[in-house]
Protein backbone atom coordinates (compact mmCIF):
# COMPACT_ATOMS: atom_id res chain seq x y z
CA UNK A 1 0.00 0.00 0.00
CA UNK A 2 2.79 2.54 0.94
CA UNK A 3 4.64 1.78 -2.23
CA UNK A 4 1.95 2.86 -4.40
CA UNK A 5 0.72 5.90 -2.40
CA UNK A 6 1.34 9.43 -3.81
CA UNK A 7 1.04 13.06 -2.55
CA UNK A 8 -2.44 14.88 -3.29
CA UNK A 9 0.49 17.72 -3.69
CA UNK A 10 1.78 15.98 -7.11
CA UNK A 11 4.96 15.35 -7.94
CA UNK A 12 7.70 16.65 -9.17
CA UNK A 13 8.02 16.38 -13.22
CA UNK A 14 11.50 14.83 -13.13
CA UNK A 15 14.38 13.62 -11.08
CA UNK A 16 15.97 17.03 -12.41
CA UNK A 17 13.37 19.01 -11.01
CA UNK A 18 13.66 17.40 -7.77
CA UNK A 19 17.32 18.28 -7.90
CA UNK A 20 16.95 21.61 -8.51
CA UNK A 21 14.21 22.25 -5.86
CA UNK A 22 16.03 20.42 -3.20
CA UNK A 23 19.26 22.34 -4.62
CA UNK A 24 17.51 25.39 -4.23
CA UNK A 25 16.74 24.52 -0.61
CA UNK A 26 19.83 24.06 0.52
CA UNK A 27 21.61 26.65 -1.50
CA UNK A 28 20.72 30.26 -0.51
CA UNK A 29 21.53 32.65 2.25
CA UNK A 30 23.18 30.01 3.94
CA UNK A 31 26.11 29.73 1.82
CA UNK A 32 26.21 33.10 0.31
CA UNK A 33 25.28 34.85 3.93
CA UNK A 34 26.47 32.46 6.66
CA UNK A 35 29.03 30.83 5.13
CA UNK A 36 31.83 33.56 4.86
CA UNK A 37 30.99 34.81 7.86
CA UNK A 38 30.75 32.09 9.85
CA UNK A 39 34.31 31.17 8.59
CA UNK A 40 35.49 34.61 9.28
CA UNK A 41 34.76 34.08 13.40
CA UNK A 42 35.63 30.33 13.61
CA UNK A 43 39.11 30.67 11.88
CA UNK A 44 39.15 30.18 8.17
CA UNK A 45 40.98 26.86 6.90
CA UNK A 46 40.46 23.98 9.58
CA UNK A 47 36.96 24.86 10.37
CA UNK A 48 36.14 24.46 6.99
CA UNK A 49 37.72 20.97 7.12
CA UNK A 50 35.53 20.83 10.01
CA UNK A 51 32.53 21.73 8.05
CA UNK A 52 33.53 19.10 4.84
CA UNK A 53 33.30 16.45 7.74
CA UNK A 54 30.05 17.27 9.07
CA UNK A 55 28.39 17.13 5.67
CA UNK A 56 30.12 14.04 4.05
CA UNK A 57 30.08 12.03 7.72
CA UNK A 58 26.97 13.45 8.93
CA UNK A 59 24.58 15.58 6.43
CA UNK A 60 25.01 13.41 3.50
CA UNK A 61 23.55 10.10 5.30
CA UNK A 62 21.03 11.97 6.92
CA UNK A 63 19.68 14.05 4.46
CA UNK A 64 19.33 10.66 2.23
CA UNK A 65 17.62 9.34 5.40
CA UNK A 66 15.10 12.30 5.43
CA UNK A 67 14.33 12.14 1.55
CA UNK A 68 13.59 8.42 2.30
CA UNK A 69 11.09 9.04 4.60
CA UNK A 70 9.12 11.79 2.92
CA UNK A 71 9.17 9.55 -0.25
CA UNK A 72 7.87 6.62 1.81
CA UNK A 73 4.85 8.25 3.61
CA UNK A 74 3.66 10.55 0.76
CA UNK A 75 2.64 13.42 3.45
CA UNK A 76 4.02 16.81 5.49
CA UNK A 77 6.53 15.95 8.30
CA UNK A 78 4.27 15.94 10.80
CA UNK A 79 1.98 12.99 9.10
CA UNK A 80 5.04 11.43 8.11
CA UNK A 81 6.05 10.75 11.21
CA UNK A 82 2.45 9.93 12.65
CA UNK A 83 2.59 7.07 9.53
CA UNK A 84 6.11 5.75 9.76
CA UNK A 85 5.83 5.38 13.76
CA UNK A 86 2.72 3.07 13.68
CA UNK A 87 4.53 1.30 10.77
CA UNK A 88 7.54 0.52 12.68
CA UNK A 89 5.11 0.07 15.56
CA UNK A 90 7.16 2.82 17.15
CA UNK A 91 7.00 5.06 20.85
CA UNK A 92 4.43 7.95 19.86
CA UNK A 93 6.67 10.09 20.70
CA UNK A 94 8.43 10.19 17.75
CA UNK A 95 5.58 11.88 16.36
CA UNK A 96 7.24 15.31 17.38
CA UNK A 97 10.78 15.04 15.72
CA UNK A 98 7.80 16.26 13.04
CA UNK A 99 6.84 18.90 14.56
CA UNK A 100 10.00 20.00 15.82
CA UNK A 101 11.17 20.07 12.45
CA UNK A 102 8.06 22.32 10.96
CA UNK A 103 8.85 24.55 13.43
CA UNK A 104 12.66 24.91 13.27
CA UNK A 105 11.89 25.35 9.49
CA UNK A 106 9.33 28.00 10.48
CA UNK A 107 11.40 30.12 12.83
CA UNK A 108 14.56 30.14 10.06
CA UNK A 109 11.48 31.46 7.56
CA UNK A 110 11.03 34.30 10.25
CA UNK A 111 14.34 35.62 9.86
CA UNK A 112 15.70 34.56 6.51
CA UNK A 113 12.93 36.39 5.15
CA UNK A 114 14.77 39.53 7.01
CA UNK A 115 17.65 39.09 5.83
CA UNK A 116 16.89 38.39 2.47
CA UNK A 117 15.47 41.99 1.95
CA UNK A 118 18.09 43.16 3.14
CA UNK A 119 19.92 41.63 -0.35
CA UNK A 120 16.43 42.96 -1.97
CA UNK A 121 17.25 46.68 -0.43
CA UNK A 122 20.37 46.38 -2.10
CA UNK A 123 19.84 45.43 -5.36
CA UNK A 124 18.32 48.78 -5.38
CA UNK A 125 20.59 50.59 -3.67
CA UNK A 126 23.47 49.26 -5.84
CA UNK A 127 21.64 50.00 -9.06
CA UNK A 128 21.08 53.18 -8.09
CA UNK A 129 24.99 53.95 -7.46
CA UNK A 130 24.90 54.43 -3.74
CA UNK A 131 27.97 52.29 -3.19
CA UNK A 132 29.82 54.17 -6.95
CA UNK A 133 33.49 54.94 -5.45
CA UNK A 134 32.40 54.17 -1.63
CA UNK A 135 35.24 53.86 1.01
CA UNK A 136 34.62 50.41 3.57
CA UNK A 137 33.77 53.25 5.85
CA UNK A 138 30.70 54.52 3.69
CA UNK A 139 30.16 51.35 3.02
CA UNK A 140 29.80 50.25 7.03
CA UNK A 141 27.49 53.76 7.61
CA UNK A 142 25.16 52.67 4.56
CA UNK A 143 24.17 49.73 6.13
CA UNK A 144 24.58 50.64 9.57
CA UNK A 145 21.59 53.38 9.10
CA UNK A 146 19.99 50.60 7.11
CA UNK A 147 19.55 48.12 10.20
CA UNK A 148 19.06 51.27 12.25
CA UNK A 149 15.66 51.81 10.43
CA UNK A 150 13.13 49.37 11.66
CA UNK A 151 10.34 50.65 8.97
CA UNK A 152 13.09 50.03 5.84
CA UNK A 153 13.74 46.25 7.23
CA UNK A 154 9.83 45.68 7.81
CA UNK A 155 9.08 47.07 3.80
CA UNK A 156 12.04 44.71 1.91
CA UNK A 157 10.52 41.92 4.64
CA UNK A 158 7.11 42.25 3.86
CA UNK A 159 8.16 42.48 0.04
CA UNK A 160 10.19 39.02 0.52
CA UNK A 161 7.76 36.91 1.81
CA UNK A 162 4.66 38.29 -0.09
CA UNK A 163 7.15 36.65 -2.79
CA UNK A 164 7.33 33.49 -1.16
CA UNK A 165 3.48 32.89 -0.95
CA UNK A 166 3.12 34.27 -4.97
CA UNK A 167 5.29 31.13 -5.89
CA UNK A 168 4.54 28.41 -3.25
CA UNK A 169 0.89 29.46 -3.82
CA UNK A 170 1.04 28.03 -7.62
CA UNK A 171 2.08 24.78 -6.67
CA UNK A 172 4.71 21.86 -6.96
CA UNK A 173 5.36 22.24 -10.58
CA UNK A 174 3.80 25.58 -11.40
CA UNK A 175 5.28 27.35 -8.58
CA UNK A 176 8.45 25.04 -6.99
CA UNK A 177 10.02 23.60 -9.54
CA UNK A 178 9.50 26.47 -12.56
CA UNK A 179 11.24 28.97 -10.51
CA UNK A 180 14.24 27.18 -9.83
CA UNK A 181 14.51 25.79 -13.28
CA UNK A 182 15.80 29.54 -13.87
CA UNK A 183 17.31 30.82 -10.70
CA UNK A 184 19.89 28.12 -9.82
CA UNK A 185 21.82 28.30 -13.29
CA UNK A 186 21.75 32.16 -13.03
CA UNK A 187 23.31 32.04 -9.31
CA UNK A 188 25.98 29.67 -10.33
CA UNK A 189 26.62 31.91 -13.60
CA UNK A 190 26.67 34.65 -11.49
CA UNK A 191 29.21 33.28 -9.27
CA UNK A 192 31.66 32.10 -11.77
CA UNK A 193 32.27 35.83 -13.02
CA UNK A 194 32.61 37.12 -9.69
CA UNK A 195 35.15 34.45 -9.03
CA UNK A 196 36.56 35.85 -12.18
CA UNK A 197 36.70 39.47 -10.15
CA UNK A 198 38.18 37.91 -7.30
CA UNK A 199 40.83 36.70 -9.17
CA UNK A 200 41.90 39.90 -10.14
CA UNK A 201 42.49 41.73 -6.56
CA UNK A 202 45.65 41.95 -5.05
CA UNK A 203 44.40 40.01 -1.67
CA UNK A 204 43.33 36.86 -4.02
CA UNK A 205 46.12 34.31 -2.58
CA UNK A 206 45.82 35.51 0.83
CA UNK A 207 41.78 35.31 0.67
CA UNK A 208 42.53 31.52 0.02
CA UNK A 209 45.12 30.76 2.08
CA UNK A 210 42.82 31.66 4.61
CA UNK A 211 40.02 30.12 3.47
CA UNK A 212 41.92 26.55 2.54
CA UNK A 213 44.98 26.78 4.97
CA UNK A 214 44.31 25.15 7.88
CA UNK A 215 44.99 26.22 12.01
CA UNK A 216 43.82 23.82 14.41
CA UNK A 217 44.29 26.02 16.94
CA UNK A 218 41.96 28.21 15.78
CA UNK A 219 39.26 25.62 16.53
CA UNK A 220 37.12 25.67 19.88
CA UNK A 221 34.28 23.00 20.67
CA UNK A 222 31.74 25.80 20.05
CA UNK A 223 33.79 26.02 16.54
CA UNK A 224 32.94 22.06 16.09
CA UNK A 225 28.98 22.76 16.95
CA UNK A 226 28.59 25.73 14.37
CA UNK A 227 30.09 23.52 11.71
CA UNK A 228 27.80 20.69 12.44
CA UNK A 229 24.88 23.01 12.39
CA UNK A 230 26.06 25.19 9.65
CA UNK A 231 26.18 21.45 7.71
CA UNK A 232 22.30 20.86 8.64
CA UNK A 233 21.33 24.36 7.90
CA UNK A 234 23.20 24.40 4.87
CA UNK A 235 21.45 21.40 3.63
CA UNK A 236 17.86 21.88 4.89
CA UNK A 237 18.07 18.86 7.20
CA UNK A 238 15.89 18.52 10.36
CA UNK A 239 13.04 21.56 9.08
CA UNK A 240 10.95 19.62 7.52
CA UNK A 241 11.85 20.88 4.44
CA UNK A 242 13.86 18.09 2.61
CA UNK A 243 11.45 15.59 4.67
CA UNK A 244 8.54 17.25 2.14
CA UNK A 245 10.22 17.70 -1.13
CA UNK A 246 10.90 13.82 -0.61
CA UNK A 247 7.42 13.50 -0.58
CA UNK A 248 6.86 14.65 -4.03
CA UNK A 249 9.58 12.67 -5.46
CA UNK A 250 8.62 9.65 -8.18
CA UNK A 251 9.68 6.28 -7.62
CA UNK A 252 12.42 5.97 -10.01
CA UNK A 253 14.39 8.44 -8.74
CA UNK A 254 17.38 7.40 -6.71
CA UNK A 255 17.77 8.91 -3.56
CA UNK A 256 21.49 8.30 -3.27
CA UNK A 257 22.49 10.05 -6.67
CA UNK A 258 20.24 13.27 -6.04
CA UNK A 259 21.61 13.44 -2.40
CA UNK A 260 25.34 13.70 -3.72
CA UNK A 261 24.76 15.83 -6.12
CA UNK A 262 22.56 18.37 -4.14
CA UNK A 263 25.10 18.11 -1.21
CA UNK A 264 28.08 18.81 -3.92
CA UNK A 265 26.48 21.81 -5.77
CA UNK A 266 25.46 23.09 -2.16
CA UNK A 267 29.23 22.56 -0.55
CA UNK A 268 30.21 24.20 -4.05
CA UNK A 269 28.59 27.64 -3.92
CA UNK A 270 29.53 27.74 0.10
CA UNK A 271 32.99 27.50 -1.48
CA UNK A 272 32.58 29.78 -4.07
CA UNK A 273 31.11 32.43 -2.17
CA UNK A 274 34.59 32.37 0.18
CA UNK A 275 36.69 32.69 -2.46
CA UNK A 276 34.86 35.73 -3.61
CA UNK A 277 34.40 37.25 -0.71
CA UNK A 278 37.48 36.96 1.35
CA UNK A 279 40.32 38.32 -1.14
CA UNK A 280 38.02 41.59 -1.41
CA UNK A 281 38.36 41.22 2.49
CA UNK A 282 41.83 41.05 2.81
CA UNK A 283 42.61 43.69 -0.48
CA UNK A 284 40.40 46.83 1.70
CA UNK A 285 42.06 45.37 4.78
CA UNK A 286 38.74 44.52 6.40
CA UNK A 287 37.80 42.47 9.54
CA UNK A 288 36.75 38.68 8.27
CA UNK A 289 34.99 38.17 11.74
CA UNK A 290 32.57 40.77 10.82
CA UNK A 291 29.93 39.01 11.02
CA UNK A 292 25.82 38.79 9.87
CA UNK A 293 26.88 42.16 8.19
CA UNK A 294 29.79 40.99 6.26
CA UNK A 295 28.21 39.96 2.58
CA UNK A 296 26.71 43.38 2.98
CA UNK A 297 30.09 45.43 4.25
CA UNK A 298 32.39 43.42 1.53
CA UNK A 299 31.13 42.81 -1.50
CA UNK A 300 29.71 46.83 -2.17
CA UNK A 301 33.26 47.87 -1.98
CA UNK A 302 33.92 46.01 -4.88
CA UNK A 303 30.96 46.75 -7.10
CA UNK A 304 31.56 50.12 -6.08
CA UNK A 305 34.52 50.21 -7.70
CA UNK A 306 34.82 47.91 -9.98
CA UNK A 307 34.47 48.44 -13.87
CA UNK A 308 30.77 47.40 -14.50
CA UNK A 309 29.69 47.19 -10.50
CA UNK A 310 26.51 48.84 -11.24
CA UNK A 311 25.61 45.99 -13.16
CA UNK A 312 27.43 43.19 -12.10
CA UNK A 313 26.13 44.05 -8.14
CA UNK A 314 22.39 44.63 -9.02
CA UNK A 315 22.48 41.53 -11.11
CA UNK A 316 24.78 39.54 -7.75
CA UNK A 317 22.10 40.82 -5.48
CA UNK A 318 19.24 39.76 -7.61
CA UNK A 319 20.64 35.96 -7.37
CA UNK A 320 21.40 36.80 -4.25
CA UNK A 321 17.54 37.06 -3.58
CA UNK A 322 16.31 34.14 -6.26
CA UNK A 323 18.82 31.53 -4.17
CA UNK A 324 16.95 33.09 -1.15
CA UNK A 325 13.43 32.50 -2.36
CA UNK A 326 14.44 28.73 -3.51
CA UNK A 327 15.16 28.15 0.28
CA UNK A 328 12.48 29.98 1.29
CA UNK A 329 9.65 28.23 -0.72
CA UNK A 330 11.18 24.95 1.16
CA UNK A 331 10.39 26.34 4.41
CA UNK A 332 7.20 27.47 4.40
CA UNK A 333 6.19 24.34 2.23
CA UNK A 334 5.96 21.75 5.29
CA UNK A 335 3.65 24.32 6.68
CA UNK A 336 1.79 25.01 3.85
CA UNK A 337 0.99 21.57 3.73
CA UNK A 338 -0.40 20.69 6.84
CA UNK A 339 -2.17 23.06 6.82
CA UNK A 340 -3.69 21.55 3.55
CA UNK A 341 -3.67 18.17 4.91
CA UNK A 342 -5.22 18.92 7.75
CA UNK A 343 -7.53 21.94 8.05
CA UNK A 344 -9.19 21.60 4.51
CA UNK A 345 -7.82 24.89 3.09
CA UNK A 346 -7.11 25.92 -0.22
CA UNK A 347 -3.27 26.14 -1.42
CA UNK A 348 -3.38 30.15 -1.53
CA UNK A 349 -5.38 30.25 2.41
CA UNK A 350 -2.77 28.02 3.39
CA UNK A 351 0.02 30.43 2.06
CA UNK A 352 -1.90 33.73 3.12
CA UNK A 353 -1.63 31.89 6.93
CA UNK A 354 1.76 30.66 7.16
CA UNK A 355 3.24 33.65 5.28
CA UNK A 356 1.87 36.11 7.47
CA UNK A 357 2.36 34.33 10.83
CA UNK A 358 6.06 33.74 9.57
CA UNK A 359 6.04 37.45 8.91
CA UNK A 360 4.77 38.67 11.79
CA UNK A 361 7.35 36.55 13.70
CA UNK A 362 10.12 38.29 11.80
CA UNK A 363 9.46 41.44 13.27
CA UNK A 364 10.85 40.06 16.09
CA UNK A 365 14.54 39.63 13.90
CA UNK A 366 13.65 43.33 12.59
CA UNK A 367 13.72 45.02 15.75
CA UNK A 368 16.71 43.01 16.96
CA UNK A 369 18.72 45.03 14.57
CA UNK A 370 17.32 48.53 16.25
CA UNK A 371 15.15 49.49 19.13
CA UNK A 372 15.62 46.37 20.70
CA UNK A 373 19.17 45.87 19.88
CA UNK A 374 20.05 46.04 23.28
CA UNK A 375 18.06 43.41 24.92
CA UNK A 376 20.19 40.45 25.11
CA UNK A 377 19.76 36.59 26.51
CA UNK A 378 22.62 35.24 27.03
CA UNK A 379 24.26 37.59 25.94
CA UNK A 380 22.79 37.44 22.74
CA UNK A 381 20.68 39.63 20.65
CA UNK A 382 17.30 38.11 19.68
CA UNK A 383 17.73 37.27 16.30
CA UNK A 384 21.09 35.71 17.56
CA UNK A 385 19.55 33.61 19.58
CA UNK A 386 16.93 32.22 17.45
CA UNK A 387 19.36 31.83 15.13
CA UNK A 388 21.51 29.53 17.40
CA UNK A 389 18.74 27.47 18.92
CA UNK A 390 17.60 26.64 15.76
CA UNK A 391 21.20 26.14 13.37
CA UNK A 392 22.57 24.67 16.58
CA UNK A 393 20.38 22.69 18.59
CA UNK A 394 17.24 22.29 16.89
CA UNK A 395 18.37 21.18 13.36
CA UNK A 396 20.91 18.22 14.38
CA UNK A 397 18.93 16.94 16.96
CA UNK A 398 16.10 16.53 14.13
CA UNK A 399 18.91 15.07 12.12
CA UNK A 400 19.82 12.60 15.25
CA UNK A 401 16.60 11.78 16.25
CA UNK A 402 16.00 11.01 11.89
CA UNK A 403 18.91 9.02 12.26
CA UNK A 404 18.02 7.14 15.08
CA UNK A 405 14.24 6.16 13.73
CA UNK A 406 15.76 5.22 10.28
CA UNK A 407 18.22 3.48 11.17
CA UNK A 408 16.72 1.72 14.39
CA UNK A 409 13.19 1.97 14.56
CA UNK A 410 12.18 1.29 10.82
CA UNK A 411 12.18 -2.38 9.24
CA UNK A 412 15.43 -2.99 7.11
CA UNK A 413 13.63 -4.30 4.29
CA UNK A 414 11.65 -0.88 4.26
CA UNK A 415 14.57 1.31 4.35
CA UNK A 416 16.67 -0.72 1.98
CA UNK A 417 13.58 -0.96 -0.60
CA UNK A 418 13.13 2.65 -0.23
CA UNK A 419 16.78 3.86 -0.79
CA UNK A 420 17.38 0.79 -3.83
CA UNK A 421 21.04 1.05 -3.29
CA UNK A 422 22.64 -1.28 -6.07
CA UNK A 423 23.08 -4.36 -4.33
CA UNK A 424 26.44 -5.40 -6.14
CA UNK A 425 27.85 -2.38 -3.63
CA UNK A 426 27.91 -2.38 0.24
CA UNK A 427 26.28 1.16 -0.42
CA UNK A 428 23.20 -0.08 1.96
CA UNK A 429 25.34 -1.10 4.57
CA UNK A 430 27.64 1.52 4.82
CA UNK A 431 24.43 4.13 5.11
CA UNK A 432 22.94 1.86 8.13
CA UNK A 433 26.16 1.60 9.86
CA UNK A 434 26.84 5.28 9.27
CA UNK A 435 23.12 6.55 10.16
CA UNK A 436 22.85 3.84 13.00
CA UNK A 437 26.68 4.97 14.81
CA UNK A 438 28.99 7.27 13.26
CA UNK A 439 25.92 10.30 12.87
CA UNK A 440 24.32 10.12 16.15
CA UNK A 441 27.89 9.29 17.73
CA UNK A 442 29.50 12.82 16.68
CA UNK A 443 26.36 14.62 16.79
CA UNK A 444 26.06 13.21 20.45
CA UNK A 445 29.24 14.20 21.50
CA UNK A 446 29.21 17.99 20.52
CA UNK A 447 26.06 17.72 22.45
CA UNK A 448 28.49 16.85 25.54
CA UNK A 449 30.97 18.90 24.56
CA UNK A 450 28.86 22.38 24.50
CA UNK A 451 27.05 21.36 27.90
CA UNK A 452 30.04 21.05 29.52
CA UNK A 453 30.21 17.18 30.15
CA UNK A 454 33.03 16.16 28.69
Not at 392 to 397: A, D, F, R, S, V
Request: charged share 10%; with cysteine; proline share 4%.
Amino acid sequence: MMDTKKSIHGEWSSDFGFILAATGSAVGLGNIWKFPYIVGENGGGAFVIVYLACVLLIGIPIMMAEIMMGRRSRQNPIDTMVTLTAEANADKRWHYVGWMGVIAGFLILSYYSVIAGWASAYVVKNFTGSFSGASPTDIKIIFNNFIASPMQLIFWHTLFMIATMLIVARGITGGLEKSVRFLIPALFVLLILLVGYAMSTSGYFQGLRFLFNPDFSKLTGNSVLVAMGQAFFTLSIGMGAIMVYGAYLPKDVSIAKTTFIIAGADTLVALLAGIIIFPIVFTYQLQADSGPGLIFQVLPIAFGNMTGGWLFGTLFFIALVFAALTSSISLIEPAVAWLIEHKGLSRQQACIKSGLAAWALGLITVFSFNVWSDFKIFNQTLFELIDYITANLMLPTGGLCIAVFTGWMMQRQHSEKELALPSDTQGYPLWRVVVRYVSPCAVFLVFLHVTGVI
